[in-house]
């Protein structure tokens, strides 16, 4: 308890320490960063989990990150096609959410800011919604106690965990392939999807929504997978296979290349790498090198997830540094 508030009075003072810096403080810094956005709703953001903001909120960065820096789409980034006396960012948003087009799309346009979408094609699979969803939304419909695959689990806190070996599901859910995920789907309640109010945080862009996104000048898009799987804990054939379906589908969806992919929870293996390269990913993007030679390849990018809990100078900070 004393240490969330130790952390809770530090973010504090660091959001009123760098909201009360000037113009420029900001214009003195160089470099680049990809920022990681994921979904976007009215109110709320963090009621299930830490991967939304709020619309006002994301308009109060796109505001300011404008006006202090260089904000590039993501194939100038990649080209390196941006200007070296500014400090220059990129906007992505994973996980092809409806609210990136009802929400994040008009901001865009408005302040003319460009963006890329890495979407999930498991649309294509029959499935409406990514498992992590599933999970974090229906946990608050379902029983204190369910069984999965011959496995216990009972709520702690606002999570399922394995009773014998004190792992949280979810975490379990990274190291299984999607077999195991759609059995946890069963077992956890869909009773969310019948609440209005909820649809924001969980549902998917169709392939007509795609279309209508890859339609505006502001708004580039790349695969974020097929079943969202983690890369790094399913066979290489699997993620092959994951990569492949997902760029088939948003191509002939949108009947342009799709040359980008976000690996699904930064998660991935060199030789990952080298099969998104022999199907066609001219480039590739985790939340972080993994490994020592990633430094000096030219086919990865890295990328910092955005903090939902941070004022947007400080979030602007954070970028500059590389962490939190």
């Not at 973010?11 to 956005?37: C, M, N, P």
């Amino acid at each position: 308890m004393l240490q969330k508030v130790i952390y809770r009075l530090r973010r504090e003072w660091r959001d009123r320490y760098y909201a009360a810096r000037k113009a420029s403080y900001w214009s003195q810094f160089r470099g680049s960063r990809v920022l990681i956005h994921h979904g976007v709703v009215a109110e709320n953001p963090t009621a299930f989990n830490a991967r939304f903001v709020r619309i006002k909120d994301l308009e109060a960065q796109l505001i300011f990150f404008k006006r202090n820096f260089h904000i590039a789409t993501l194939t100038d980034f990649v080209e390196r096609n941006y200007p070296q006396d500014r400090y220059t960012l990129v906007l992505t948003f994973d996980d092809g959410y409806k609210n990136n087009l009802s929400h994040v799309l008009p901001l865009l346009e408005k302040h003319k800011v460009p963006a890329c979408f890495f979407a999930t094609s498991i649309l294509s699979a029959g499935q409406d919604i990514l498992w992590a969803d599933h999970l974090d939304l229906g946990f608050r419909f379902s029983p204190e106690k369910i069984t999965i695959d011959g496995r216990d689990y009972e709520k702690s806190g606002r999570q399922y965990i394995d009773r014998d070996s004190g792992t949280p599901l979810k975490e379990q859910c990274k190291e299984e392939d999607f077999a195991f995920k759609q059995e946890m789907m069963k077992s956890v309640s869909a009773g969310f999807k019948d609440l209005p109010e909820l649809r924001d945080y969980w549902q998917l862009m169709s392939a007509e929504d795609l279309r209508l996104l890859n339609k505006s000048d502001y708004a580039e898009v790349g695969s974020h997978g097929h079943f969202h799987n983690n890369y790094a804990n399913v066979k290489a054939s699997e993620a092959r296979e994951d990569m492949r379906m997902s760029k088939e589908y948003l191509e002939e969806v949108m009947q342009t290349s799709v040359d980008f992919l976000a690996y699904p929870d930064g998660s991935y293996t060199r030789e990952v790498v080298a099969l998104g390269e022999e199907l066609g990913y001219q480039y590739q993007f985790s939340t972080g090198h993994l490994f020592e030679e990633d430094e000096l390849d030219d086919r990865l990018r890295s990328r910092l997830g955005i903090n939902p809990f941070i004022g947007v100078e400080h979030q602007a900070k954070a970028m500059i540094d590389g962490h939190y």
